[in-house]
């Protein structure tokens, strides 16, 4: 990232800013609150007007695998805060090109210019047919950030992880056209040997990425499956 006034450097030397603890506040939040003040892709984003620094980790994927281009009509699942909504319509430009971008979330955002808001539950049994409704056609890439909440209880909380993944991999079979895009969040080892294999049915290439966005000491990476080739009737 580049070296630019207003990012929290001077003079070529990162500043670092320190929290104080302060009353009622736990230790874990002031650890938090002062990683957050000090990440150099949280004042990135902030610089640049984008919603979170997760926008980051679209924008590098993007950049290394070629998803997202002018004119495509694009999903992205669990948007809130709006990040990946931004670059998706930034690569896209719906207004000028005739694409579309629909962002859906069960948590209400502010709209992204450009950009179609969709609050719902995607978990719902009725939600994907309700957002193929909204599409009203088959689209080019389908975005998938949803992290379930944790428990605390590894099993439990990976078994949730891989559930919304099949349903966003359910989804993006029945409404991808041919030659089209997939890229979800995952954690630990990536893919489940069985949904695996089923991405590499359905496409031509399928890869695991962590961008550098992604934190060091986080367990998540995407799946990357490009060149959609099944048909969902089949």
């Known amino acids: 990232m580049s070296d630019r006034k207003g990012d929290g450097r001077s003079g070529g030397r990162m500043l ?20 957050q003040l000090n990440d150099p892709y949280v004042i990135e984003a902030r610089r640049q007007g984008y919603r979170s620094r997760a ?73 994907p047919d309700r957002l193929k409704a909204l599409l009203g056609g088959p689209v080019d890439v389908v975005l998938s950030d949803m992290a379930a909440n944790t428990t605390g209880h590894p099993a439990t909380d990976h078994l949730r992880i891989i559930a919304l993944l099949e349903l966003a991999y359910a989804f993006a079979v029945e409404v991808l056209a041919p030659g089209g895009a997939f890229l979800a969040k995952v954690f630990q080892g990536g893919a ?18 962590k961008p550098p966005a992604s934190r060091k000491d986080s367990a998540e990476t995407y799946v990357i499956a490009t060149g959609f080739r099944r048909n969902a009737e089949e």
């Open 55 to 127: 926008a980051f980790k679209l924008k590098e994927l993007d950049a290394r695998f070629h998803l997202l281009k002018p004119g495509q009509r694009v999903v992205d699942l669990g948007c809130a805060p709006g990040g990946w909504t931004q670059i998706a319509v930034e690569k896209v430009n719906p207004e000028k090109t005739g694409g579309q971008v629909v962002g859906l979330d069960l948590l209400e955002m502010d709209p992204v210019a450009g950009a179609t808001n969709f609050v719902c539950d995607f978990t719902d049994d009725d939600a």
């Open 192 to 209: 489940e040997s069985d949904l695996l294999a089923q991405l590499k049915r359905d496409f031509t290439t399928v890869r695991h990425a």
């Open 16 to 35: 670092h800013t320190r929290v104080k603890t302060a009353r009622g506040r736990k230790s874990s939040s002031t650890r938090w609150l002062q990683r």
